[in-house]
């Protein structure tokens, strides 16, 4: 049996179709599928990718589109992000990992001490790790809750080799006025094929 798997849009994780035919493109798992931006058989099928030292965003902070309301996240459970994961070759210029069962909840409040409790709200599951070889000699990094709040994010790194980064710092920040969605800050990352 023939294992495969959708190639799916790196931003909009839409499934890609072929500009001439319109059928899905589809990337079978069980043979050899070279990225175009690294040496012909030198795509590795796995990565491994590392975070350490991010910080989690523990404050209060305020939602710019409901300004009198603020928030906290909860994590259930804490997904402990400072640690290594295998990532698996998912289209020939993709590596990704789904880890499920991790819920990103958030407690809402009515002050900027978050003391006046609202209500609690709730509803991204599951981690995404994903790793983008988009050009020549740039990558894109990133772990969120289904690709909405980020826990690393490194855009348009700039690379030499195949797919192994020494370090890259995280891009996030814990957000202020909900400019940004991130629940960790702070940290790198590093990539080493496996």
């Not at 409901?66 to 590596?95: G, S």
């Not at 499920?100 to 209500?119: H, K, M, P, S, V």
């Not at 983008?132 to 909405?148: E, F, P």
């Amino acid at each position: 049996m023939v294992r495969i798997r959708h190639q799916r849009g790196p931003s909009t994780l839409k499934r890609m179709r072929d500009v001439t035919t319109g059928k899905i493109m589809a990337v079978d798992l069980d043979s050899d599928v070279d990225c175009g931006y690294c040496p012909a058989g030198k795509t590795p099928k796995k990565i491994i990718l590392t975070l350490d030292d991010l910080t989690f965003c523990d404050g209060c902070y305020r939602r710019n589109y409901e300004p009198w309301r603020w928030l906290k996240w909860i994590l259930v459970p804490d997904p402990q992000p400072n640690r290594p994961v295998t990532l698996t070759q998912t289209t020939a210029c993709q590596w990704k990992k789904v880890e499920e069962d991790y819920l990103l909840e958030w407690d809402w409040y009515n002050d900027a001490e978050c003391t006046d409790y609202w209500a609690r709200g709730s509803g991204f599951r599951n981690l995404i790790w994903q790793v983008d070889r988009k050009a020549a000699n740039k990558l894109d990094i990133r772990v969120s809750y289904l690709g909405a709040h980020d826990i690393f994010r490194a855009t348009d790194v700039s690379i030499e080799g195949c797919i192994e980064i020494a370090s890259v710092a995280n891009e996030t920040t814990c957000y202020i006025e909900m400019e940004e969605h991130s629940v960790y800050t702070g940290g790198t990352g590093t990539i080493v094929a496996i």
